[in-house]
């Protein structure tokens, strides 16, 4: 079996990871395997590193210009006609719509077609989450079997015409990890996020300057992105920038998950986050926005705690609760990471996801 996945980014946020874990188990199990990708990247290096063909088209970018749309529509469908895979697994929803029509003109066998989140959930005027949910619709349909990473990302488009059959939930699953030792004895809350608008790490900074007052603890973030000036500029005119690190990105971040006393994940829109399930892999308490999929894995006072998003005042509570009370945090922590191996283990997604490609 031949198999080409396809993503629009080659950095390594949640999307990419499960392209890299799906595409490195499939050559493990002896299928002919490549990715089609935008550019070099993390995830270009990881994926050349370990034996998996890359093929790179420059002009998909995350930015919409018509004129590169057109121009990587008849890249992807070159590459298409040249490779003529079994089976084209998309990602992302560039990449998922102009690959899926590129990929109906070719008549590829079976286009699958992952959503990890619907950007019509997001901030935005209402015009433009009407016609996101329209090219969203198109892209379902063109697929031959769409997976939703959640039971909510299914239900957003399940009032769609035409779309009843084409829709599967399987979860995101994540396999075992090696974490660091502790390295200091600071009280220590932590995130591992791109930094974008979208996740939310401005309402944790607002959070962050009440909770802060009067404690020697401190704050890291691991990532980067479009917004990290932004956030630096935002915790030096709050006056926190003493507690607050801005790690950048870090290879292999999730190592680091036991320096972290609590894990926060204060988003404005989720589908089912990699961080979730492999903080809760390494025990971490956790604080999430009840969005998306994140109440399919954390029920609240019994594996994590769940706050609205943009509620700063909750997450500082919250905060404040578990920082108190060390044996709530371990129960949260230890909690969670049986309901991550019971219901998100990597096997499981790998095994539902490759039945699908018969």
């Known amino acids: 079996m031949k198999i080409l996945y396809g993503i629009t980014k080659s950095n390594f946020g949640g999307a990419q990871r499960y392209v890299y874990d799906l595409a490195l188990e499939a050559k493990n199990r002896g299928f002919e395997v490549s990715v089609l990708l935008g550019g070099k990247g993390s995830l270009s290096d990881k994926l050349l590193g370990v034996g998996v063909r890359v093929v790179e088209i420059p002009s998909l970018e995350r930015d919409v210009s018509f004129t590169k749309e057109v121009q990587t529509f008849l890249e992807i469908k070159k590459v298409l006609e040249k490779e003529r895979p079994d089976i084209f697994h998309i990602n992302s929803s560039k990449m998922g719509g102009l690959g899926a029509l590129a ?174 399930l492999e903080a809760g892999f390494a025990k971490r308490p956790v604080i999430a926005t009840e969005i998306g999929g994140i109440p399919e894995v954390i029920e609240n006072g019994l594996n994590g705690i ?9 997450l500082f509570s919250s905060l404040t609760l578990l920082a108190g009370d060390q044996s709530l945090r371990e129960r949260l922590g230890g909690n969670l990471k049986e309901t991550i191996k019971e219901k998100f283990s990597f096997e499981k997604m790998a095994e539902e996801t490759f039945k699908l490609y018969s």
């Not at 989450?129 to 957003?156: A, C, M």
């Not at 502790?182 to 591992?192: L, M, N, Q």
């Not at 998950?257 to 989720?270: G, H, M, Y």
């Open 103 to 276: 990929g109906r003109i070719v008549g590829i066998k079976k286009i699958i077609f992952t959503a990890h989140g619907w950007a019509f959930n997001e901030p935005r005027p209402e015009w433009q989450k009407i016609f996101i949910r329209f090219l969203v619709w198109l892209t379902i349909l063109l697929s031959h079997k769409t997976i939703s990473v959640s039971e909510k990302t299914k239900k957003d488009v399940s009032d769609l015409p035409f779309l009843k059959n084409k829709l599967s939930v399987i979860y995101n699953g994540v396999r075992d990890f090696e974490l660091t030792g502790r390295s200091e004895k600071i009280f220590t809350v932590g995130a591992i996020s791109e930094l974008h608008r979208i996740k939310g790490l401005d309402i944790l900074l607002d959070a962050w300057k009440k909770f802060m007052k009067g404690r020697d603890v401190r704050l890291v973030i691991i990532g980067d992105g479009e917004e990290r000036q932004n956030l630096v500029n935002m915790a030096k005119n709050m006056g926190i920038s003493s507690s607050v690190i801005f790690k950048g990105f870090v290879e292999n971040a999730r190592s680091f998950l036991s320096e972290f006393d609590i894990f926060v994940i204060p988003s404005r829109s989720e589908a089912m986050p990699y961080a979730l």
């Open 306 to 314: 769940l706050v609205k998003p943009e509620d700063s005042e909750t």
